[in-house]
């Protein structure tokens, strides 16, 4: 029996076939395709991580082929945005108390639990190395995209509460189950499981109903530090390990945003931006002494949805396009947008002056032709939705600083945090009016500091002091009563600022 | 029909509030609505004249373009800013009975919801269609409401609400006020709302932008 292995790369695309129960890291190296793994094999390393679609990310030297797949190979772009370090990572020495005592061979998990995906990190809590990294949809993603959506389904229904809370216990229980299949580690070795999230999805692990977090005056039930009790929670791991929710700051300010800002250098110093655009475009100013930080709602526009031909940042997607050059993840067909193809072609049509500094178009721009069936272009109304989102988060940044008094001339970094701002070509960003100019130079894209600042907390006992430092020191500002909100929004909404 | 009738009609269409407003680019260095609505009133213009043939044509103009997706919010505020300005000068013979509104237009954003930046657009170009708007702010309950409907009875209602979890309280605040006021007629709107939801909670309009609230008004106001 043959099956039909399809395979999608940076550099191209090809159909090969492989015998039923073939290992799929062989079949791959005998076409050529050349799979990092340093352990050879031996399913200990985690390197050879490929993405099946259907399946999610699986180590290729362990997968067997009973199907016709597609592979995704992440090009080494997709791992490093996943990769917890950066050259601002803060330092710090290896530390990580109790959870190390537990066994002789502790294992940490870290998890950043993002309203749409899932990251996990496996931390050797003997020597701070990384062994895998698994990314996991959301398996909550059923019942709505966003985070109020699902709230939604929990108003008066502690049912709802139940179901969703138990689904990220189901994901949580399979990573570690995955981890322990392709490393062979005992489930008496995890010793300790951190988590960072927004503070919807901190609710949902706890358990806790999150429905005030939806309605102003938007005040969560808990913003704390929270350990609860892995055995309770139906894990059957280390039976003195417990799960560790970071704290958060608000409904809106979560323990994702957080611990990314612990993560990071304290030689970074100074003044700087701080932000994580997903769904809601927290927005943060950090100064040496006070720091202010707010969500903006931006919305889900670059994360594809309400966008015609949107789609999430997966093969097929448009992730750049330059010149009239289209790029895809895993370059296989144009099949939608994602975000950071988006911001690209926004920044191209208005270089082309096809689209007016108003938002106006005089015709849907096509993006690709598929077939005859199927165009791949930009309508006014997809115009208008990027209008909205990029304006809400630059009506954010204009925001803070008048607040703390400062001006863009002081600001001397601007991180970006977060999947979509790592893809970014921060040059389109700017010229689509996302990222104020004058920063232009001071931009630095980190990857997923969430994911970055919960395995630090798993390295260091000593970490979450430096949350609790960031959390004294952070004033929460509630947009919503902001007399100025309006006016910067609007006036952020066209392409060329028009600010008076 | 007078030419300065005519100005006053362009400039708040293209959002020339005042003399001194740098917008539009275009119109830099010349009267806006707010200098030459004083200059037709004291050329002995009636008040409803300037406001029948000037500035009710020139939003109904602002709101069609904004309903085909020709303009967008940024142009449609700098209209109803300039509308605000020429109106300023018109609001004494509203009192003086020298000049009439159609009717009260009350609107607010339902409990539990801030957002209101649309809300805001809708009460500016309703009131910009000639009618009196009583804007009630964010986060209102139904009580208050009924409030102002015992104020000013004949008046309509518009609810608008942008989060999922809140359009639960504008059903709820829907069924409070028909229950209490069966006749009155209420108009919804919001981001999330859609023409389906309102047949299934009894509201009496929905329109995805503020023009076509207009028109329903418009239309309806004799048979209340
Ligand atoms: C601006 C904005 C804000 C501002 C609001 C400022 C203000 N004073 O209103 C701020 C930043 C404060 C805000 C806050 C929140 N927001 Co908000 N916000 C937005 C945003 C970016 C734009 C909304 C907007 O103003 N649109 C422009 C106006 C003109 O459009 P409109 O309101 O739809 O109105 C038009 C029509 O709907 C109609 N209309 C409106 N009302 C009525 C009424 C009647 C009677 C009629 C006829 C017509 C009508 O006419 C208008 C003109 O055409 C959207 C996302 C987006 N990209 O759209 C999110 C969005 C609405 N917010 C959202 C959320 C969740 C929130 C928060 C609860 C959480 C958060 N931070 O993310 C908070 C709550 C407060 C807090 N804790 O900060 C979500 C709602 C999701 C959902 N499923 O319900 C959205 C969709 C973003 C998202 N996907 O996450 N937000």
Redesign the pocket.
Known sequence: MKYKVEILQDTGYETIEAEEGSVLMDVLGEKGYYIYSPCGGEGTCGKCLVHIRGKGIVAACRFKIHEDITVILQGEREMSVLGAQHEYTATMDFNPGQPALLSDKPVGCAVDIGTTTIVYYFIDLTNGLLMRTYVDINPQSNY?A????RI?RCVGDAGAVKKLHLLLVESVKSNINRFITDTGTEAKDITAINVVGNTTMLHFIAGVDPSPI?F?P?KPVFTDYRILNAREMGLRINAEAKINLLPSL???IGSDIIAGLASLQDSLGGLFLYTDIG???EVVLSSEDRIWA????????FEGA?ISCGSLAAGGAICSYKDGKIKTIANSEPDGICGSGLVDIIAHMLSGKLVSPEGKINKPFVVYKKGKSRTISITQQDIR?VQ??K??VAA?INILLRRSGYGYGDVEKFIIAGGFGNYLDTGSAIKIGLFPEQLNDKLLQVGNAAGTGAVLSLKSEYFIDRINNILSRTEYL???S?ED??EK?VSNINFKSQTT | MDEIIQKISSCIEYGKINRASPYPPGMKDQDGAYELTRQALDRGISPSEILESGMIPAMEIVGNK?SRNEIF?PQ?LMSAKAMNAAMEHIKPFFISGEAKRKGVFV?GTVAGD??????N??AMMIEGGGWEVIDLG?DVKPDKFKDSIRQYPGCFV????????TMENMKITVKELKEQYPHIKV???????TDDFRQKIGAD??????Q??VKYLNTNRVLQ
Request: charged share 10%; aromatic share 10%.
């Open positions: 709505g966003d985070v109020i959506s939604n939806a102003s938007f608000s409904g809106y769904t809601n475009g707010c969500s903006t709602a931006a919305g889900p526009a309400n939705e909205l989102a304006a809400a954010g509630e947009l919503s902001n909100f309006m929004f | 904004f919010v449609m609107i801030l957002h209101d930046i649309g809300k657009l809708v964010v518009g609810l608008s609400a942008l989060l999922t979890t108009l919804i709107g919001g981001a999330p709302v309009f929905y329109s995805p932008d503020p076509g609230a």
